[in-house]
């Protein structure tokens, strides 16, 4: 009987395929195994070009097809790995890799295809949460969060993901907020690749030796999405390349390790800045997402918000499965036709199934 659900996640910053296999019951959450996969560098180029531009209707389906083949190889070899077959596994949570989203235009897209997942392993595949949630009224993001709130319902904790996108999750009072507060890794990663012929800058190291340029950082803190009320999410669509170079184009000449370390306070402070504002009395803060090795991000949002860092969750979740299992969660919900409570953290105008089942 099939009793496990596999959860999977590309961030946008396209580091790793990730993908875990979880089991629930009741409160109790049994992590069996997760495992990090290449993405390629051929198909990263490829998807990034593509988040850039557009794709015709013939390059699209090529590219959407060779993320759906990856995608139930790498589901297929952790079941594998596991000596389980299709049959132990209920459901696979694809969230797929965000090609577009603009709640603002009801409309969200991703890369890989849920009925090629479905057939390449034999399992039901539950899908375009996104989607359904905007279709619903609500920003379609961030998902995690709603795992969050269950996780941490009477406990709470205060969760940051640094993804490409730096999001937060928290409880004031009754009511759970969830919600994008601004980039975070993806222009890091740009201004890395572009400026600095680095991918990444590991630990924040590089951003430690540059100055924060106050005025970048004051004219970039006066975009209108910061002073934006919450349900609200981002993404590449707005925080993205030009929105970087309309700000540093009043400058000349400005020294490389100064905008990436700009940035990364820019991270830092837009973060703190939205805990703080909420005054909850919760003391500990979980970092997740690649972000949350930038020791320099971590550190100044500690220190702005006066929190302590949290290290360990319940039900050995840690910072590097933390996605996978949300959509393994969020999976079960749909298969099990359990409606997402918590409709403040999306703002959905109804409790609602997320998700289509492909089968």
Same mark, same amino acid.
């Given at each position: ?12 910053? =396209? &580091?790793?395929?990730?993908? %875990?296999?979880?089991?629930?019951? /009741? @409160?109790? !959450?049994?992590? $069996? ?26 390059? =699209? &389906?090529?590219?959407?097809? %060779?993320?759906?083949?990856?995608? /139930? @190889?790498? !589901?297929?070899? $952790? ?281």
């Amino acid at each position: 009987m099939s009793k496990y659900y596999i959860g999977t996640m590309c961030g946008t910053s =396209l &580091d790793s395929v990730d993908v %875990s296999i979880t089991s629930f019951e /009741s @409160k109790k !959450i049994k992590i $069996i195994d997760f495992q990090s996969y290449p993405l390629g560098n051929q198909l990263k180029k490829e998807i990034n070009l593509h988040k850039s531009k557009y794709p015709s209707k013939k390059n =699209l &389906d090529k590219l959407n097809l %060779s993320v759906s083949l990856l995608m /139930s @190889k790498y !589901i297929n070899k $952790i079941i594998t790995k596991n000596k389980l077959n299709a049959e132990h596994i209920k459901a696979i949570g694809y969230p797929g890799i965000t090609l577009n989203h603009d709640p603002s235009k009801k409309r969200s897209e991703y890369l890989g295809d849920a009925e090629k997942i479905n057939l390449k392993t034999g399992i039901p595949v539950v899908a375009d949460f996104r989607q359904t949630d905007i279709d619903c009224g609500g920003q379609g993001a961030p998902l995690s969060a709603l795992f969050h709130s269950f996780l941490y319902n009477k406990d709470p904790v205060i969760f940051v993901n640094l993804g490409g996108f730096a999001n937060i999750t928290l409880k004031k009072g009754y009511k759970f907020y969830g919600y994008d507060t601004g980039p975070a890794n993806y222009l890091l990663d740009l201004w890395c690749q572009k400026k600095l012929n680095k991918e990444f800058d590991a630990s924040g190291n590089l951003a430690q030796k540059g100055e924060v340029q106050l005025s970048l950082l004051n004219s970039m803190l006066k975009d209108k999405y910061f002073k934006k009320l919450p349900p609200k999410s981002t993404g590449f669509e707005y925080f993205n390349w030009k929105w970087l170079m309309d700000h540093l184009s009043k400058y000349k000449n400005i020294n490389k390790l100064n905008v990436l370390s700009t940035l990364t306070y820019l991270t830092s402070i837009t973060v703190a800045q939205e805990i703080n504002k909420h005054h909850v009395k919760s003391k500990f803060i979980f970092f997740a997402g690649g972000g949350s090795k930038n020791k320099m991000i971590v550190d100044k949002i500690i220190e702005l918000t006066g929190k302590k860092r949290q290290l360990k969750l319940k039900n050995n979740i840690d910072e590097k499965n933390l996605e996978t299992v949300s959509f393994a969660w969020l999976a079960k919900m749909r298969i099990n036709k359990q409606k997402i409570p918590n409709l403040s953290i999306t703002g959905s105008k109804k409790s609602s199934l997320l998700g289509f089942i492909y089968h």
